[in-house]
């Protein structure tokens, strides 16, 4: 054995306790300097982190003076994601294209507009030549967001002008990334499949005229067949993970990185080890574990007291991890509602009906409905709770046939559109080598929460 993989020895327990007896604060220090503990202040509300007008999400209003909740709203450069999202559907269209040119650029593109910067999405969308073979199959990862990271930054090197931040060149760099997020991926994930779980490895070149959730579905399966329903609902779930406000975890990252100066590459790098935490990007995955472990002890799917008997035990910690929580349900920003969960919802019947997994479905309406009652018995909570986007994107996943190992990915392949957005915008309006001349590009922007997912 290497050393690199050595063992906890005793020398090693012992130098950790030295850590713990040296490390600790005294808590009470963050409420006498008004310190805020991570990602949120002590009453677990997110802190304002700073300006943004890529995004906005609202939960809450004034009535009568007051701040009350409210039904949540996410809005993409001002547009309601639920009528955009809206529009996509009604027409049998895809939108993850449309919706990135929306972030990227703060406004929606004409037909002419859409095809030329789709034609550019798809035309960047390959690897360096030997990429695949030296990079990616190489050193495979039982961790797709490792190998992801690790496929960024060594594109830097491939890259002939990387640490270029002008607008011109990064935004260049944003393309190229959101372009070929899906191959670096989907490729590293059929590496590991068949490296470290001796299964047969698939890589399949991606078709220039599909759209990326097309693509997506393509380069995962061994016979690169797809339902138009399963393409749909997978350019929703990626519309819906693109963006959510500046404060989030992996934004926030981006922003403080990018601040610094430093190269599109390592800034990419440092927002996706952020998302890999499971407080953050991993969530759906617990979601669908819960309910792994949900059906071995709910026998009838019907019987609405064996249900809250289970979410009981979880709260308790007697069930599944111990940890008391019921998972996809609640939010830090959302409490009366989270708009991305209600447009999934819309769509998980059909696809559940698709699949033949209605009785599924149907343990997931029993816990959506039942779960803010149990905990309102159990537990005394300030604001609402009602299931989030991580509630239901998992078991769509699930239904999409998706590993577990690609579920956080799907998310990055999503949000990278997101942080190009907020990079671009950190360069624009904090670096100041930027010329004056983009001073006034931009409009009023508002004031964004840290810590909203």
């Not at 190229?176 to 890589?203: C, D, M, R, T, W």
């Not at 969530?283 to 026998?299: G, L, P, Q, S």
Request: glycine letters at 6%; proline letters at 4%; hydrophobic letters at 35%.
């Amino acid at each position: 054995m290497s050393r690199f993989n050595m063992k906890v020895t005793p020398e090693i327990e012992k130098l950790t306790q030295i850590c713990l007896e040296n490390d600790k604060l005294d808590l009470s220090l963050y409420g006498k300097y008004d310190v805020k503990r991570g990602l949120r202040d002590l009453n677990g509300k997110g802190v304002l982190a700073g300006l943004t007008q890529i995004s906005n999400v609202q939960a809450t209003k004034i009535v009568d003076g007051k701040e009350v909740p409210c039904a949540g709203k996410l809005s993409y450069r001002g547009y309601d994601i639920k009528d955009l999202t809206r529009g996509f559907i009604n027409d049998r269209r895809f939108g993850f294209e449309e919706v990135t040119y929306l972030l990227l650029f703060g406004k929606l593109p004409n037909q002419e507009e859409l095809n030329e910067f789709s034609g550019i999405l798809a035309n960047q969308r390959t690897l360096p030549r030997n990429f695949v073979r030296d990079v990616i199959m190489k050193a495979p990862s039982r961790d797709i967001m490792n190998a992801l990271s690790r496929s960024v930054l060594t594109l830097y090197s491939y890259d002939k002008d990387p640490d270029n931040i002008q607008l011109d060149n990064v935004l260049r760099q944003c393309i190229n990334l959101i372009s070929v997020f899906p191959l670096l991926s989907v490729y590293a994930y059929q590496a590991y499949n068949h490296y470290e779980k001796g299964k047969s490895l698939y890589i399949h070149q991606s078709k220039r005229e599909l759209s990326t959730a097309e693509n997506i579905l393509r380069l995962l399966r061994p016979d690169k067949k797809y339902t138009a329903l399963e393409a749909e609902i997978l350019d929703i779930a990626l519309i819906l993970h693109m963006e959510h406000g500046g404060g989030n975890n992996s934004t926030f990252t981006t922003h403080v990185v990018s601040s610094s100066g430093t190269d599109t590459y390592s800034a990419i790098a440092a927002a996706l080890g952020s998302l890999k935490g499971p407080k953050h990007g991993g969530a759906n995955i617990k979601v669908v574990k819960m309910f792994n472990d949900m059906r071995k002890h709910v026998h009838d799917y019907s019987d609405e007291d064996e249900i809250r008997d289970y979410l009981q035990k979880l709260l308790h910690k007697e069930a599944f991890d111990k940890r008391g929580l019921i998972y996809g349900m609640g939010h830090a920003i959302y409490s009366v509602s989270d708009p991305r969960a209600e447009v999934f919802k819309g769509y998980v019947e059909q696809l559940a009906r698709e699949k033949g997994r209605m009785k599924d479905y149907q343990l997931y309406e029993a816990v959506e409905r039942l779960a803010p009652q149990v905990i309102a018995e159990e537990r005394k909570i300030y604001k609402g709770v009602s299931a989030n986007v991580d509630f239901y994107s998992g078991f769509v996943y699930s239904m999409l046939d998706l590993p577990l190992e690609l579920y956080t990915p799907m998310f990055a392949i999503a949000r990278i559109v997101g942080w190009s957005a907020h990079r671009m915008e950190e360069l624009i309006n904090v670096d100041k080598i930027i010329r004056p001349a983009y001073k006034n590009v931009l409009p009023e922007a508002t004031y964004v929460p840290l810590a909203e997912r």
